[in-house]
Structures are given as structure tokens and as C-alpha cells.
């Protein structure tokens, strides 16, 4: 079974800073996908970013960019320039592949982030 | 398409009552997942559904919890004599059986509330 660990519970960023959220998982497998979700209070989940384990690249998607070091099964996501509307939870998650294994996500405990002006 | 559509938003219900949501997933989706968050915790996996069928449960998911897709369209998550251990956000989520690694669509969820 796959575990996910965020140990931040919460954090705080003024706004334009960047801020680094970590996520470490615990896994067997050698193929797998990461993520991270974002929650907004009270709105849905909606996905910021995602990293394919076979890739060495780190995956960057505008302000968001994540360093994933697959030897010590970390995910940290970083987040330049902050801005108010990424106040949030964020939630860092795994999941197997092929498609053939459900494709189900594991999440880790999330860390809520707070962006000051 | 308006995305992952959950009713009702909230649900206040006594204890012992029975309880069911239902889910709306992106028409061309054919997998719909059922996740559960409870307060300041990440969603946990309770069951999934490629088209109509029902192919895998969690352990979490007693035998008070029932889940269905017929036609492989909509789905319903019904909870049998509501504990208060309950109360959570009910969460759907739907996907392409390829194409996963663009991740799912998540909905607003259901907030479940057991007095």
C-alpha cells in the first residue's frame, strides 16, 4: 500500500513570495503519477500540477513547479509570486499505473496555505 | 459540459436515518470514483466504477454503504442508519479510462452532517 506525508499542517506566505509545500510518499512500485490538488474553502478540488515518475524533468506549470527527487520519494511543490487566490489546501497524491490498476489516489493529509497581503 | 455536478450541496440528517447522493460525472467520462473527507483531511478512496460496474471497494466502505451506476451513466451513494461517524464531505470524481494522467475531475461534493 502506498502512504503519502505532508507534514505541514498549515503555512503562510506574503503575497509575491514564494513559498515551498513538501510531500514525501512511500511506495514499491516504479511507475506511478503525482500530483497536486488544490482545494479552495468551500469550492472543489482542482488539480495544480502533475509529474510522471519515469520523467526526470520537473513538471512546471506557470507560477507552480515541483522538485521531485524519486530516491528519497519527495515531492515538494513551489509556488513563485504568490497571489491571495491561492489561498487554499493543497493536497499532494499518488497513484499507480498502468490504467489497468484503477487508477485510484492516495492522498496525504494536505496543508492549508494561507497567502497575506 | 458543466463538469462533476453532486446533489444535494449539504445534508443534515438525524442519526438511524438513511441517506443518498447522487453523482453527475463528465458524460464522456467512463470511470466515477466516491472519495470521503473528513475535516481537515485528505480524501480517502471509498469505491470506483468503470461504465456500470462496480470494481472496487475500500474497506472503509461497511456494509451500510451502497453504491450504483446504472447504465453506467449517474451514480448514488446510499448510507443505511447514518452514525455520526459519518458526517464528512462526500466527494465524486470522474475520468477517461485513458488519459488518466490528466488526473480527475473532481465535484463540489456532498457535506454530510449526522445529529
Known amino acids: 500500500a502506498q502512504t503519502v506525508t505532508q507534514s505541514q499542517p498549515e503555512m503562510s506566505v506574503q503575497e509575491a513570495e514564494t513559498v515551498t509545500l513538501s510531500c514525501t510518499y512511500d511506495t514499491s512500485e516504479s511507475n506511478y503519477y503525482l500530483f497536486w490538488y488544490k482545494q479552495p474553502p468551500s469550492r472543489q478540488m482542482i488539480l495544480v500540477i502533475r509529474q510522471e515518475a519515469y520523467k526526470q524533468q520537473n513538471a512546471t506549470e506557470n507560477r507552480f513547479s515541483v522538485n521531485f527527487q524519486k530516491a528519497a520519494k519527495s515531492f515538494s511543490l513551489k509556488i513563485s509570486d504568490s497571489q491571495l487566490g491561492d489561498t487554499a489546501m493543497y493536497f499532494c497524491?499518488?497513484?499507480?499505473?498502468?490504467?489497468?490498476?484503477?487508477?485510484?489516489?492516495?492522498f496525504g493529509g494536505g496543508t492549508r496555505l494561507m497567502v497575506k497581503p | 459540459d458543466t463538469g462533476v455536478s453532486q446533489d444535494p450541496r449539504h445534508k443534515i440528517t438525524k442519526r438511524g436515518q438513511n441517506v443518498t447522493f447522487r453523482c453527475d460525472p463528465i458524460?464522456?467520462?467512463?470511470?466515477l470514483y466516491w472519495y470521503r473527507q473528513t475535516l481537515g483531511q485528505g480524501p480517502e478512496f471509498l469505491t470506483y466504477?468503470?461504465?456500470?460496474?462496480?470494481?472496487?471497494k475500500s474497506r472503509l466502505l461497511s456494509d451500510r454503504f451502497s453504491a450504483e451506476r446504472p447504465k453506467g451513466s449517474f451514480s448514488t451513494l446510499e448510507i443505511q442508519r447514518t452514525e455520526q461517524g459519518d458526517s464528512a464531505m462526500y466527494l465524486c470524481a470522474s475520468s477517461p479510462t485513458y488519459g488518466i494522467w490528466y488526473g480527475y475531475t473532481f465535484g463540489s461534493g456532498t457535506r454530510l452532517t449526522v445529529v
Open positions: 458524460s464522456e467520462h467512463n470511470r
Open positions: 497524491a499518488f497513484m499507480k499505473v498502468p490504467p489497468n490498476a484503477g487508477n485510484m489516489l492516495t
Open positions: 466504477f468503470q461504465n456500470e460496474a462496480q470494481l472496487e
